[in-house]
């Protein structure tokens, strides 16, 4: 029963729309020190002499177009969750709302501008030497990718999000995920019986 409760809570945690973007702001906070640490390996001969003004124009474009892109999904994802409220009972909408995918795209972009905010700050600063720079540039290409593809697989997503195929599908999946974790949990924390009784044992309640 424990580890159900705590199953539980884990996935009440995970539907919860600040949970991933905050995952990916301590993650911008990493890359950040992950970068200044590459200074301290003496490998600044090694590494491209990337400069601050290249690195900077990057993290501008990108904390630029993420807000945009991230005020344009919640923009799309409310008129998405308003067309299926009209369709879907309300336990099916409640799967709606918890859909991975959609909360997976607006955590990447509000990640990706804070990723960008937390690397324009040290780098204006002149936190990072050369390797570290390098560092910096690998990790902002790194996330220009990831963001393209995730925008991709969202417009997809949220082009079905709300149908009512789309709808079925993920009531279906909930339920068959139920079922397959009926079985062991279905004795309730219960001992099976190991021996038979030659006598019937009547048990009465006084009240």
């Known amino acids: 029963m424990i580890g159900s409760r705590l199953k539980f809570m884990i996935q009440n945690l995970r539907e919860r729309l600040w949970i991933k ?29 990337i400069q601050s003004d290249t690195i900077e124009k990057l993290l501008t474009v990108l904390s ?28 099916a909408f409640s799967l709606l ?4 995918q959609s909360q997976t795209a607006l955590s990447s972009f509000i990640g990706a501008f804070i990723f960008s905010i937390v690397g324009l700050i040290p780098l204006k600063v002149g936190f990072f030497g050369t390797a570290g720079r390098f560092t910096l540039f690998l990790a902002t290409l790194v996330i220009f990718a990831w963001v393209v593809l995730t925008f991709v697989r969202w417009v997809d997503n949220i082009a079905r999000l709300g149908r009512l195929g789309n709808t079925v599908a993920k009531v279906e999946q909930a339920t068959r995920e ?17 021996a038979t009784l030659q006598e019937p044992l009547a048990i009465f309640s006084d009240e």
């Open 97 to 100: 709302i918890a859909d991975g």
């Open 21 to 49: 973007p905050l995952g990916y702001a301590l993650i911008a906070l990493a890359v950040v020190y992950i970068a200044h640490f590459a200074d301290g390996l003496g490998i600044d001969s090694l590494a491209p002499d």
């Open 64 to 91: 630029a177009s993420m807000l945009g892109v991230a005020t344009f999904a919640v923009a799309s994802m409310v008129s998405a969750y308003a067309s299926a409220g009209s369709n879907a009972t309300p336990r």
């Open 178 to 194: 139920a079922f397959g974790e009926w079985p062991a949990r279905a004795p309730l924390g219960a001992k099976p019986i190991t």
